[in-house]
Each structure stands twice: as C-alpha cells, then as structure tokens.
C-alpha cells in the first residue's frame, strides 16, 4: 500500500513541487492538502486540519510557522508522522515541536537537499580544525518572495560550526554604522534577496592572508521536494520523538 500524504501548503511553489513529483511515485501518494489559500490542483484542498474527509499516514509541511499547534495537533489526534519542513520558526514553535515530539515522529530539517547536510559536516570539521584563528560568515542568497530572514539553513549552518565551539559565538545580523571591530565571539549571518534566487549559502572562514569558502547552490526546489518525500517515507510508522536528515541518512 502507498504512503499516504497530506500537503500542507499544498498550493505553494514547494507543494507543486511535491505533487508533480508524487505523480509518479510507486510507493506514495498525495491524498488532500491544506492550504490558507486553496486553488484547483487536483487533490481536495482545505483551509483547516478539522475538515480533513481522508485517511492518511503522514503530513508534509511546506507552508509557514502559522498556526503551527494545528497540525502538530491533528498529527497526534490521528497518529501521524509529520515533515516538518517549512522555516521561520521561533523558540516558543521549537519549544512546542520538542514538547509534541513526545508524542508525535517529528521529522524536521530547514533544508532536506543532500548537499546542504554534506556542507554541515564540512563546516563543523572546518571549525574544529581553525578554531579562533579564523572568523566565521555566513552569506545566503533566496529569492525575492522569502518570506524569513537569515534562512533556516544559514541557522543551521552556523549551529554546525557553533557546535565545534560549544555553542559560545553569538550569532550577528547585517551590521550597519559604526559597529566597532569585529569581535571573535561572533558569526556574521547575511541575507541577500532578489529575483528567483532558488538559495546560495556561502560560509567563509577568513584568517590571515587566507579565506576558505565552502558553498552550497540549490538550481531548483525540486531537490527540496525530493527529500520531502524521502523522508515522509522515512517518518512513516516510526516511534515517537525527534528525527532529522542524519537519521534519514544513517538508514
Ligand atoms: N526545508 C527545506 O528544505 C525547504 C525548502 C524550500 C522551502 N522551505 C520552506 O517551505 C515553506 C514554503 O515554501 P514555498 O516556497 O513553497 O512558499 P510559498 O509561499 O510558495 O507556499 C506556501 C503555501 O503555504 C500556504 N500557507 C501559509 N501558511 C499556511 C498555514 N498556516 N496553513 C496552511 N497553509 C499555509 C500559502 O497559502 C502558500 O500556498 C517556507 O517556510 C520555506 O522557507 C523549506
């Protein structure tokens, strides 16, 4: 029996991508979406979680931190998996997914591409090896329609290299004005927009006379919607708890 899939964010740029590629897969299915703004896109779209009519086995969530405890709530009601993969949550939305996790297969990540998973481990081993002598910044790129700044993937990359410092450097917005030197207990998150920037992130580790960049450049979201799927597979009848793309990879 196919996987089946509710869409949240269903009528967006990523739910299209997901759709189109769930089309032809053998071992999932879309059977409805929610969405705040439902069009005509072949499956039952809805504006609620409640007026849901199908059964399903796991919801993938592209839409936005909004109204988050709706479908963290219909996944534990129902006994689902969820794909967690929409950005810009805040520390009370990640407090409230760790609190469902004990309920709930929680898979989430800012950035389901393998690549960007690969780049985290690269700038981790980078840190560890550079330590102080280097300074940290990070430099993303998205389209002018994104709607949360810096990305969740700058985040996460800046948590990977922060792990190698146990957690000590603050974490530094666009600077402006006479800010002073740089300080070495920081990393420097820029944000670009513009056009149909897919996403480009850059973290540069710059010493004396010499600057390491390792980049990572997303050609289409289709690679997004790919690890959407992967993983819905993947949360599909797991336990209870907390997954991400290590988790995913490992298995
Ligand atoms: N994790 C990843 O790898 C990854 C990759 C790409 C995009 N994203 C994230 O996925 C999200 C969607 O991206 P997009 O480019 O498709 O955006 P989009 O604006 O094109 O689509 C979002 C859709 O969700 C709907 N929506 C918004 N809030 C909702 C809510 N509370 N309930 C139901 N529907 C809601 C909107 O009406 C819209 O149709 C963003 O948060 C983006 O940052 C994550």
Redesign the pocket.
Known sequence: MKTRIIL????????GNVLSLLASDEQAVAVCG????PREIGIPVY?RFADIQEEADVIID??????LQ??LEYAKQKRLGIVL????FSKEDLALIDEYAKEVAIFK?????LGVNVMQALVKAAAQILGDAFDVEIIEKHHN????AP???ALMLADSVNEAFDGKKNYVGGREGIVGARTKNEIGIHAVRGGTIV?EHEVIFAGEDEVITVSHSAAS?RV?AV??IRAAKFIFQKQAGSYEMKDLLAE
Do not use: I, P
């Open positions: 949240c964010g269903a009528c967006g740029k990523m739910g929610v969405d705040l703004y504006t592209f839409s936005s931190a909004e109204n709706e479908r993969a929409s950005t810009g990540t800012a950035n389901l591409s329609l994104k709607k949360d990305s969740g993937t996403g979201k997004f690890g959407a």
